[in-house]
């Protein structure tokens, strides 16, 4: 008897989830969401046009996916969709990018010191070496990184569902 892998049943998760595994699931599943935009650009753009569109960066990508969208004429609700999800995206792609190219810094004030506030952790790329405290630096608590997280999963099955849709090609039986 054969057996079939589902998608749901190879999703790796966390026994805990700590700053460490939080952040390497959110980058383990934005690399597979954006491996389901280039496999979608892949399965539809011509190959000469998906070389030149898999070397651009993922903002890029996205912005020639929602031309392939509108030039191929898909239906409204899909482009929608998809603007949708670019829009939704955005805040997310920064968190992701500044996990992936920053460092992290746990602050710890008196109040935090004491346990009358959590302690946060500064995300912050290298060029702030010097300014964990500064205003300009992203600071955020474990629950921020939580909700991103789970707004990832939400997208990435947004990005799975419209990756799956297929236009209706004319039936060459039909008169």
Known sequence: MASHLRIEDAMILPARLDWPSAVGNFILEFGSMEWTLLA???QHLPMYEFKRVRDLHFKDRM?????YLNEEDYPLEVQEAFARFVEDIEP???LRNQLAHGHL???QDH???SGETP???TLSLPRDLDRPYNAETWNMEFSELKKGLQRLYELS???DRISKFEPETPNSNEP
Do not use: N, P
Request: aromatic share 4%; proline share 0%.
């Open 157 to 159: 099955g947004e990005m």
């Open 63 to 67: 912005s020639a996916t929602s031309d």
């Open 119 to 121: 302690s946060k952790v």
């Open 105 to 107: 810094t746990m602050i």
């Open 92 to 94: 997310i792609r920064k």
């Open 40 to 42: 979608f650009l892949k």
């Open 111 to 113: 109040a935090a010191a």
